[in-house]
Structure formats: C-alpha cells, structure tokens
C-alpha cells in the first residue's frame, strides 16, 4: 500500500511537471495556433543556466536565481517566437511544425554544447523536508510542485478565461487583422503570451530537474506535455491538460513501479494516446484549415 | 443514357431549424438544370446533401436509377458525380496538367505496382490520360495554361481548371456550387458561354447559382428554392415572368 | 479560329514559366557513372561516407514521399531505421542471405507501419504528427528492449554478399547501397510521374477535392506508410552491415527521429534530388562539424531553422530559384503563357476579344502585329 501511495504521490509530482509545461503548451497555442514542440527543450535550457551561471558562477542566492531564471525564460520564449516561429508561421502549420523541432535540437544540443552532458544534481528551490502524509514521507519539493500547478493552472484559467486580455488573444488567433484594425495591441500580446509561456517552461524545468535524475533530460518531457496537451485538450482546454498531465505521470509511476518489463509506461501512453484520439477526435478545424505549405 | 440525378423528397433538419424541407428535383440526361434562390434557401444545404457531404434526413438521391443516398462522395464520384467547390479547391501542389491528369484517375489503366516499374502498360496509361488531360484542356480554352503553377492563375481561370477537371471524370452529372462566384458579369456571361460549348448530351449540369442572369441564359430548366421549398420550377422564359420569384428575390433583377 | 468570347481572366504575358518535369538522361548518366567511380579514385577513408550517404538517401527518400508529398510528417523514423538495424543483424547473423534479408526487412517494416497507417485515415494534421512521436518513443524504449527484437548474444552485424558481390570493403557496401538506392529512386520517381505520385499530392492538398475526384483515402495513405517505412527499414540493414554492430536503443529515439526529418527537409522535400542532396551532405557532416567543435545535432537544428526560414524548398529548392533567376537575369524573360487576349473592334462598333494562341516563347515586352484575313482565321 505505502508502494502504491509513494507511487502515486511521484506521479502526481511529475504529472504536475508535465501539467506546467502543458499549460505553457496550451497558453502558447491559444495565441498563436502553434504547437510548440520545443517548449520542454525551452525549460530545460533555463534551467541550465539557472543551474550552472545563476547559482554555481554567479552565487547567486536561489531565490534570486529563481526570479532571474523566469525571466531568462520570458525572454527565450519571446525570442523563439520572434526570431523563429513568428515568421514562418503564415507558411502553414506543417512548416511550423518543422520550424518548432529545429528549435527544439537547437536549445537541446546547446545545454550539452555549453554545459555538457551531465545531468546536474540540483538543489531543489523549495526547503529541503519531508512531511508525513497518508501514512508515507512526501518531500516539500513535491508538495510545492503539486501547488505550482495549482496555482498556475487557476491563474492562467483566470487570466485567460476571464480578463479582457484573454479575450484579447482568442480575437488576436482567431483574426490578427481584425484584432489589428480594432485597434488591439497584437504584436504586444502576443510576446506576452509568449513570455508568459517561456516563463511557464522554466518554472517547469527548474522543478523537474530536481526530480529526475536517470532519464534523458527534456526528450520525455518534450513528449509527454505536448502529448497530453494535445489529447485532452484539443490544445484548447487548459484544465484538461494539467487533468490529463496528472493522469499520465500516475500512470506512468504505476507502470513503471510495478510491471518490470522496460518501457512498459511508454507503450501503455501510445497506446492510450492513440484510444483516446481514435475515440475523440478532438476539434482540429485550426490544425486543419490551412494549406500545407512548405 | 447517362446523368439522370433525381432528389425524392428530401429534407434536411437541423437543431431547430428546417434548411430543406421534402425537395424533389430531376435532371434529366443531357439536360443543364439550375437552382436558385436568395441567401438562406437552403441551396448550399441541399447541395451537400446531394454530394454525400450530409446525409439528409429524409428523402432518396438517385444516379441513373441506383439509390446513393448514403454514399460516401468518394463513392458517388465514382459512380459518376462530379462536382466544384464553392471555393476553388485545386491541388496547388500541382500544375494545371496535373490537376488534370488526376481527373483521370478512374479511368487510370495502370496499378501502382506497374507504375513504379514504369512498364509498358503504365507508360501508355499515362500516354492516354495525358491526351485526354490535353484533350479536356482545349476544349475549356486552358491549352495555353497547362504547366502554371496552379497558384498563379487569375482566379476565374483557376475556376474553369476546376470545371475541366471534373470533366476530365467524364462524369454523368456534373455539380457546380456557384460557380460565378467571385466573377463579373463579363466573366460570368464568358463562363456560361464555355459551359454551354463544352456541354453536350452524354452528360447532364445541375447549377447551383447566385447569379440569376447566368442561370438564365444557360440552363434548360431552373428550379427555385426559398426557405428550404421549391417556389417554382420550369423553363428560363417561365422564372422569369414568375410573380412568386420575383416577390422572393425583392428587388434583385431577374432577367 | 471563330471569333467568341474569352473565357474568364486570360492571364497575360508573365514571366518564369515553370519548366515541365523532364529528366535529362545525360546527366543522370554522368552523376551514375560519376557514383560508381568515385570510391575507385578516392582514398579508402572517404569510403564509410559514401556507404553512410546512400543509407540516409534512402531514409530521407522515404520521408519525401510521406511527409514531402503525402504531407504526413513523423517524427518517429527512427524506429524503423532502428527495427531495421535489429531484425537484419538477427537474420543475417542466422545466415540469411542479404538478397533476402532486405526485402523481408521491408515487408516487416511496412507491416509495422500499419500501426500509424490506419490510425492516419482517422487523425490529422498535428495529432498524427505526435502520434508518430509517441510511436517513435514506445519503439525506443520498449519494443527494441524486447528480448525478441534485440536481446541477442551477439551484436555483430556481419557483411554478408549479395549475390556473390562482397561488402567486407566499405566501397563494396557502398555500391551495394548504391544499387538498393538507384533501384529506389526509380520506382519513386516513378511513382511520382504517374496517377500514384498525384493521388498522394491530392490528398495532401485537399481530401475532399480528391474524394470528389473519386480517390480512394485509404491505400494511399497506407500504402505511403508502408512504402516509407519499407524504405528506412532497408536502409537500417545497411546501417547495421555498415557499423558492423547494433548500437542501443537509444540511438533510434526521438532526437534521431529528427535528425532524420532534418535530413530531406534540408536537402529539399519535396523532390528526389532533394533526399539524395540532403543524404549525402549530412552523411559528410560529422567529421565538418567535428573541426569546428559544434555538435552534430545542433548543427542540424540550426540547418532546419535557417531552410524553414529561408521558405526554399531546401538545398534543391534554392539551387532551382538561382538557377532560374540567372536564367531571367542572362536575358529577356520568357514568356510563360502564349495566349492573351486583345480588344479588337468590329465593324458594327462592339468589340470583339479573340484568343490568340502563340506556340512560342516571346520576350515580355514584344509588339505582335496582328492581321485578320477576311472572312475569319484558323486557329
């Protein structure tokens, strides 16, 4: 019993990690129709040098470490989109989709160009305790991860749901032009959102590092966040994406923990991946509008 | 004798609202059929239903006699039907030839297998649908555009590759969903002019229109639509002296 | 010709007529017997390039046809390559001759790829896509951790004969490689000039233009899978012969599933040419990339990012537009559309507009005189 809660409360921890970067998915996709495959790899990188200039060169102290980080990540998220998506964005949704997996090889290779190849053993950003719950020791650093999402999830449910500014970015995706003549400030919002979104992905990383010391950094996190992200929500449904994050790192804890064979979590995500769109058949008139350009 | 298209009855309900309600229409083989109405009649529902992109909620579709209702449009393309798009759907991939050339796909005589080893059969395959594409082309007045980039083509002209295209099926009845379009009376009274050329009896047109003067001046019968029911039916010279249509239409010049 | 009236919107003269479809036999002749000689009159060392080029010619030809033309990308590729890598080190190491060896590789790979092959007549777009990630993903980290699929003694992949034709010699796989390659770049090319190679660009462009034209969905989405895959599966038996050795799951994951993608989409995806421009050149990158100290991988993200931006079709894209821009550029530009239509006025003072068709090619900017003989003229 105490297995299967300590597996649990390790799922729901890395389910939150996805759930982040899924929202950051979503926020981003709602703006700009874009799939941001590179959106992990854009965690990963900041929390590198969170890791490697914030806190070992610089010394900076980690709540300090912490702020800068999420900037460095709003700034990386505004310059992907104005450098790199931005641009190719009217050539079509494949082309994009491209452009997003450049990205992503990009920011990967740059952490192990600059960095090396190492996973680095990070000091989580919460206070280093175990608290006893449901008869088994859960760490601060989980608990905190669990409220992040939480806190984000609602937050961005608030501000995109319920502001001006989030009915500003669905008429800014649904018709730039028109936002445009209307006077929205769309060039702006939409670096915002995009700023939002990095900052997102760093918070992400930063969390998960401290989590994961065996895989392969951001290939896992790549896959799984845009995955559910694009599952449950049709990209559109923040609240599905952090319940179909949550859901998917419990399930992949419990595999994992419990049947031996090797990537038996990853077969069961495909496999219910797949179920799952078969069945649903999320809204994708967006995804489908476009011409396929190259 | 091929393109007999009959609607029985059909109708077409949606949450609340009746968009067709129990239409029956014939073309009849060799004929070119037009339907009008105002906006909101029910021509662009009615239309879908006949193409197998809705299924209808009651009532028959029939191709020279064989039911089609519930047909997949692929299914019914080849059994015959033919259609354009409202907006120009051509594949802009590709060039006009090959536009056309695909239009010979069911008529194509060789198998993939046979076309990767470029036998002898698949090179004559090819040979007859290029000549047929070619053919198809010059009879629409495309011959001089058959290698543009699709894109590049003005936009009435990339109309008339989609209608050449669909001739290329050698369909029985061909589907137009207005056509006009996007087109001037110039260009609209050009295209009625080539639709009529190129049109003969081994196939039959129904025309779905906004362009009243069009429809006028090309179809052999016209059906009028108006909230989902036909107000009236008969020859252009008939529609055009009808009180109902011109009272549905409310100022908008008939004839 | 009798005089009507024009058809809508006959364009005018324009420039750049694109050029039709033709391949120039000299030059495929010369580029053959340039690729068979070349490992004769260059060192061994470059040998291992050559072999490694054709393998990810044929990888990258593959993608092409799915994701150039068929307009379905993946980024699981990987796992075929990687499939293929396993399955032939198993059969060739049980003694299984290489003529067989590589089709049965190809008939299993498409058999594989049923798994995204049906599932693609139902999803789209983006949701394949990441369909094929999450394929690629489960292949890494569970099928090829099957003990059926690779848990064997022995790694070595052996370099087994085709035919009698040794492959000990990198040159020797190489021509080898050469030989699986040309035959494949045929059939596509092949495949592309005929109602296949459209039907695929069809759906790509609009499925339901092409239902109306009576296209079936099924066997060519399908069947571009299973030809895809059957390809990169081939190509991963040379891979293994070529490496002499079955490196771990890990190598055919995600990050190599993009590397792949990156290999045509660089080169130019949307041609032939461009899976073999974009094969040989990331073959011959490693040791580039190497003297400047830049990974490999990164180097490939900052290749995908500068073609998506640069929106050419790739290596072969941009090469086609300086070619033809030279082309406008060395003299008068050609006419693309020899027809146009005049407003010519009639006796009774409405004006008539002719067609005129011209079978050649004129330099914008040429007057043309036109005279009626009475009484009407041909066409």
């Known amino acids: ?294 | 004798m091929r393109g007999h298209l009959e609607a029985d009855g059909l109708s077409k309900h949606f949450a609340g609202l009746v968009a067709v309600d129990g239409l029956s229409l014939e073309v009849r083989p060799g004929e070119i059929v037009g339907l009008i109405g105002p906006n909101g009649a029910g021509k662009t529902t009615f239309f879908n239903c006949v193409t197998g992109l809705e299924p209808p909620t009651a009532g028959r579709v029939r191709l020279d006699g064989v039911d089609v209702t519930g047909w997949s449009p692929a299914a019914r393309a080849r059994h015959g039907l033919a259609r354009t798009f409202q907006q120009v759907r051509l594949f802009r991939h590709l060039s006009v030839r090959e536009n056309l050339l695909l239009g010979r796909h069911q008529h194509y005589g060789a198998g993939a297998l046979q076309a990767a080893l470029r036998t002898p059969r698949a090179r004559a395959a090819e040979r007859d649908a290029a000549a047929r594409a070619e053919a198809v082309a010059e009879r629409c007045n495309l011959a001089s555009v058959l290698d543009a980039p699709v894109g590049e083509l003005p936009y009435g002209t990339q109309r008339m590759v989609e209608v050449a295209r669909a001739l290329a099926t050698e369909p029985a009845v061909l589907l137009l969903d207005e056509p006009a379009a996007g087109m001037d009376t110039t260009e609209s009274a050009a295209f009625g002019e080539l639709l009529r050329r190129v049109h003969d009896e081994s196939w039959s047109v129904l025309l779905v229109e906004h362009d009243v003067p069009l429809v006028l001046s090309v179809c052999h019968r016209i059906y009028v639509l108006e909230f989902g029911r036909l107000i009236a039916a008969g020859t252009p010279a008939e529609i055009r002296g009808d009180e109902r249509v011109r009272a549905a239409y409310f100022g908008a010049s008939v004839g | 010709m009798a005089p009507g009236r024009c058809p809508p919107g006959i364009p005018s003269l324009r420039r750049g007529a694109p050029t039709p479809r033709r391949s120039p036999r000299a030059w495929l002749a010369l580029a053959a017997v340039a690729a068979v000689a070349w490992p004769f009159l260059l060192p061994r060392t470059t040998h291992f390039y050559g072999a490694l080029a054709t393998v990810y010619a044929l990888v990258a030809l593959s993608l092409v046809v799915l994701s150039g033309w068929t307009g379905q990308i993946s980024l699981g590729h990987a796992a075929f390559l990687g499939l293929g890598v396993y399955v032939g080190q198993r059969l060739l190491h049980a003694g299984v001759p290489l003529v067989v060896t590589l089709p049965a590789v190809a008939l299993l790979g498409g058999a594989v790829s049923l798994v995204l092959g049906i599932p693609s007549l139902r999803l789209r777009g983006v949701y394949l896509t990441i369909v094929t990630l999450a394929f690629g993903a489960a292949c890494e980290r569970w099928l090829f951790a099957l003990p059926a699929v690779r848990g064997y003694k022995s790694g070595i992949v052996p370099r087994a004969t085709l035919l009698g034709f040794p492959t000990t010699t990198d040159r020797g796989l190489y021509l080898v490689g050469l030989a699986v390659l040309g035959l494949s770049l045929a059939a596509v090319h092949n495949l592309r000039r005929s109602d296949v190679g459209r039907a695929w660009f069809a759906l790509r462009d609009s499925e339901d233009a092409a239902a109306a034209l009576g296209i079936r969905v099924a066997p060519y989405k399908i069947g571009a899978f299973a030809l895809s895959a059957a390809l990169t599966t081939t190509a991963g038996v040379l891979y293994g012969m070529l490496f002499q050795a079955t490196p771990g799951p890990s190598q055919f994951g995600v990050l190599e599933s993009f590397f792949l993608l990156a290999l045509p989409v660089v080169g130019g995806i949307g041609s032939v040419a461009g899976a073999v421009v974009g094969g040989a050149l990331f073959a011959t990158a490693q040791p580039v990339v190497n003297e400047f100290g830049v990974r490999l991988f990164l180097a490939t993200g900052v290749m995908l990012a500068v073609v998506t931006l640069s929106r050419t079709d790739g290596v072969v894209g941009a090469v086609t537009r300086l070619v033809r821009a030279g082309r406008a550029a060395g003299g008068p530009a050609p006419a693309a559309y020899g027809s146009f239509a005049a407003d010519v006025p009639t006796p009774d003072g409405a004006s008539e507009r002719p067609v005129i068709h011209v079978p050649h090619a004129l330099p914008a900017g040429t007057r043309l005189r036109l005279r009626f003989a009475p009484g009407g003229g041909r066409r």
């Open chain 1, 1 to 294: 019993m105490t297995q299967f809660v300590n597996l649990t409360i390790a799922g729901l921890t890395i389910g939150a990690v996805y759930a982040l970067v899924s929202l950051g998915v979503v926020v981003i996709y709602r703006i700009s129709r874009v799939v941001n495959l590179a959106h992990g790899a854009m965690g990963i990188f900041t929390t590198f040098v969170f890791h490697y200039e914030f806190n070992q060169r610089l010394g900076w102290p980690v709540g300090v470490s912490f702020v800068a980080t999420l900037a460095v990540g709003a700034v990386l998220g505004v310059v992907v989109e104005r450098l790199f998506v931005g641009p190719v964005r009217p050539d079509g949704i494949l082309t994009t989709l491209v452009m997003t997996v450049g990205v992503l090889l990009i920011l990967t290779e740059l952490t192990v160009q600059f960095w090396g190849p190492n996973q680095p053993v990070i000091a989580s950003i919460f206070p280093d305790r175990t608290i006893r719950l449901a008869g088994t020791g859960v760490t601060v650093h989980q608990l905190g991860t669990i409220g992040c999402v939480a806190l984000l999830g609602a937050g961005l449910y608030l501000l995109l749901n319920r502001t001006r500014y989030g009915r500003a970015i669905e008429a800014i995706a649904e018709d730039p032009g028109a936002a445009r003549i209307v006077g929205l400030p769309v060039r702006l919002i939409t670096t915002s959102v995009w700023a939002i979104g990095g900052a997102t992905a760093a918070l992400a990383g930063m969390l998960y590092i401290h989590l994961n010391t065996l895989e392969q950094i951001s290939l896992t996190f790549v896959l799984i966040s845009s995955l559910v992200a694009a599952v449950l929500g049709g990209f559109n449904s923040l609240l599905l994406a952090v319940v179909g994050s949550l859901a998917v790192g419990v399930a992949f804890s419990l595999a994992q923990g419990y049947v031996s064979t090797p990537g038996v979590g990853d077969l069961i995500v495909f496999g219910t991946l797949l179920a799952v769109l078969l069945a649903f058949r999320p809204d994708q008139a967006a995804a489908l509008e476009s011409v396929s350009e190259y």
